[in-house]
């Protein structure tokens, strides 16, 4: 299984949790806190999109700084630190697109749902790397 993790394959897994992750897990969240569509509608397709954003920056950003250090690799502070600068990136497109919200709330929910998404990711990828398929044993004889 640490195939997955590593790599091109691990980068599209890494975008891809974080995709379902902001979608299913924060936009599931919303649909909880706005359950008649008051203040938006569909939240976890809606919340899927800057996941997918997020993932892509955050495996760039993985990329660049950590280089052949795959995802299992990483310190946990240093997910932390890449799902922190990730959100600034998304928080500033969603400042420049001209979203209605103060620039302090935007960066600050961005920040941290980025955050909370780069600790998530961390333990997924921890849990897939030690994954292991059990061996069966054959019958001597």
């Known amino acids: 299984m640490k195939k997955w993790v590593t790599g091109v394959p691990g980068t599209i897994l890494m975008i891809l949790t974080w995709t379902v992750g902001w979608g299913l897990g924060f936009g599931g969240l919303m649909e909880l806190y706005d359950p008649r569509g008051q203040i938006g509608d569909v939240w976890p397709t809606a919340l899927a999109i800057p996941g997918f954003i997020g993932g892509v920056v955050f495996s760039a950003l993985f990329w660049m700084a950590e280089g052949r250090r795959g995802f299992v690799e990483a310190p946990l502070a240093r997910f932390a630190l890449w799902g922190v600068a990730t959100g600034l990136v998304l928080g500033g497109l969603a400042v420049a ?5 103060p620039a302090a709330a935007i960066l600050g929910l961005a920040t941290a749902l980025s955050l909370v998404a ?3 990711s961390a333990v997924v990828f921890w849990l897939l790397a030690r994954w292991q398929t059990p061996v069966v044993a054959g019958r001597a004889g």
């Open 97 to 101: 697109a001209g979203l209605k919200l």
């Open 118 to 120: 780069a600790l998530g």
